[in-house]
């Protein structure tokens, strides 16, 4: 049965279907579209989170850390020293002249009593033969007067002369004994004199220095300038001459273990002993000079060298036996007093410390720091608790 009024409402303008594979294509579109905007959205939220933990690791300070190492059970002075030879002395001319010979040069071995050098002293050898002729001259004069006054003795006996006489003969002659006696000493003077013409060595040891040549002119005394001929030193064996500072003169007694280092010698140790002290400071430099002596049978210490002395002795009551060693380069000199920065969940925690001894490049901390801390080396000057950081390296100064 036909039914001609739905055909109409088929067939009225503005009506139409879509067709349903038209809308499926439409639907997975919408689909689609939702889902590659929800994966854009997601992409962008991880690269913010990235970037944001990028920039929070940039902005942490990077720093070095250590473990701080155990104070051992002996303290350590590292100072400074000068070595000498156990004896070492300049050798002067005694007489005026000048140079005819030099018998040795420098690193020479010399034995004592040996001839270094002859000094040419003409003027000495011309007063030396006038004193001679006078003495000579004088003596045979207090002959002549023994002659007379033991004549006048005779006469006296036979009241042939006065006493007046006589006594005048017998101080003549003793008038000329003295004369004699004076001028015997002149001579003696002289040949003192010419005998220093020659130069001998005072003890066996090295000539470290020579100051002459032939012609060289030769002063001595007050009449001229004096010039140092040689210089002798003993090398087998060495003083070496340490100033201890005045707060660390405790640590130095005679059974103190003391060692020389030597910048040519690397990684070698000299050991040496205390032999005395000076038992007094000194007020410019407020220091304590000490004497090491050292065997130097190997020739290896040389007179004049530079060395560095260490000092070794047991802890001072001062110190703690939980003391630790940071380097010097750790502390922050802060009002508050001196500071080390410690390494807490990847920030700084300040902590004020107290110095026990000063080494120099090591200080010893006797309260303020813990044995597993991590001590942060080179500190900047801003830095403040809380400041966030990041690890670069660490030291184990435990293993040093």
């Known amino acids: ?10 067939n009225r303008p503005g009506k139409s279907r879509v067709p349903r594979g038209a809308q499926v294509v439409a639907a997975v579109a919408t ?3 939702l889902a590659g905007l929800t994966v854009r959205m997601y992409q962008r939220s991880a690269h913010i989170h990235i970037l944001a933990a990028e920039t929070e690791q940039n902005a942490a300070m990077p720093v070095h850390v250590l473990l701080p190492a155990p104070n051992g059970n002996a303290q350590e002075l590292i100072l400074p020293g000068n070595a000498q030879g156990f004896n070492d002395t300049p050798i002067y001319a005694r007489t ?10 420098i690193g020479a071995e010399v034995h004592r009593g040996q001839l270094l050098a002859e000094i040419a002293t003409p003027e000495v050898d011309h007063e030396l033969d006038q004193a001679r002729a006078d003495l000579k001259t004088a003596t045979v004069n207090t002959a002549m007067a023994q002659i007379t006054a033991t004549r006048w003795q005779g006469l006296l006996q036979k009241n042939a002369v006065s006493h007046q006489e006589t006594d ?7 008038a000329r004994r003295a004369t004699v006696e004076s001028m015997q000493a002149n001579v003696r003077r002289l040949e003192q004199l010419q005998s220093f013409e020659k130069v001998y060595a005072p003890f066996s040891g090295v000539i470290t ?10 002063a001595s005394g007050p009449t001229g300038e004096t010039k140092e001929l040689f210089h002798l030193a003993v090398a087998d064996r060495i003083r070496v001459y340490v100033s201890i500072p005045e707060a660390q003169v405790n640590v130095i007694h005679p059974s103190t273990h003391v060692w020389l280092t030597l910048d040519e010698f690397p990684g070698q140790r000299i050991e040496g002993t205390i032999a005395r002290d000076a038992h007094a400071i000194d007020p410019a430099s407020r220091t304590l000079n000490v004497e090491v002596d050292v065997s130097n049978a190997d020739r290896k210490l040389r007179p004049g060298a530079y060395v560095i002395a260490h000092f070794a002795s047991p802890k001072s009551v001062a110190s703690q036996s939980d003391s630790l060693l940071i380097p010097a380069n750790a502390l922050l000199f802060r009002a508050e007093g001196p500071e080390v920065g410690i390494l807490r969940n990847d920030q700084v925690l300040l902590r004020s410390v107290t110095i026990g001894h000063d080494f120099g490049s090591t200080l010893e901390i006797v309260h303020g720091i813990a044995a597993g801390d991590r001590v942060i080396l080179h500190p900047s000057d ?18 040093k």
């Not at 005026?96 to 040069?105: A, F, T």
């Not at 801003?382 to 293993?399: C, E, F, M, Y």
């Open 96 to 105: 005026n002249g000048y140079i005819k010979r030099w018998l040795v040069d």
């Open 31 to 33: 689909v689609l579209l």
């Open 1 to 10: 049965m036909n039914h001609p009024e739905n055909k109409s409402d088929l």
């Open 382 to 399: 801003s830095l403040t608790t809380g400041t966030a950081v990041k690890v670069v390296s660490v030291t184990d100064g435990r293993t």
């Open 168 to 174: 005048q003969a017998v101080s003549d002659l003793n």
């Open 209 to 218: 220095a020579r100051n002459i040549d032939i012609g060289s002119l030769i």
